[in-house]
């Protein structure tokens, strides 16, 4: 057989893609139908992992670098587009390509929840989050950070706060520790002054 070619037939929110392989690919050894979600990073070989069409929310069978967070990200998506995979999965066993998938760039409303798109240092622990429904909200961290204990507060005795970086639709820091983008929604504010006005409400 000759070289066998993965289509992408999806774009995620973080880089991510999704691909199916036409022309006879030997299934996993239980034969169920499946898909591959990976990403370009440059590395060799890239990041991917192998989701079960079935069994979405078992785990992978394979999985190279994919953070859980990545893999929960693919389920919903998968799973708003089951019969598509399945169809698709179909086309692959007769050897032929798959169908791109519409609405295969993701969009807000194809998830359940948020993912942060952009953040900013904008003061202190004040940082301005763009969210993935097109909201620009603020957060003070510091009314998460002091005071929890344990690997979370050490961003601020480690002083490593302004180290953050944005990974898996949110904020991540070098020890390790990030939060949900739900969570950060929540405790986040329309605008700088609504967040300075409460703020003030509380001393």
Known sequence: MGTVISYTIATLPGGLKVGMY????TAPKHGSGYFKVFKKTGNVPDPSATLLIEELDTKPP??????ERELNLTREWA????????????LCKQRNAPNKIEGSTVEAGFFKGLWVRE?????????????SNGEIRYVDFSEILEGAGGQVEEIIKN???????LRDGTL????GIDFDPDGLYDVSHQSLEDLEKTAASTE
Request: glycine residues 4%; charged residues 25%.
């Open 159 to 165: 002083n490593i706060f302004d180290q953050a970086v």
């Open 119 to 131: 953040f900013q240092f904008i003061k202190d622990f004040i940082v301005k989050l763009k969210f």
């Open 22 to 25: 036409p022309f006879g690919k």
């Open 62 to 67: 394979f999985n190279s670098g994919i953070t």
């Open 172 to 175: 991540a820091w070098p020890n």
């Open 79 to 90: 799973k708003q587009h089951i019969e598509d995979l399945r169809k698709n999965w179909e």
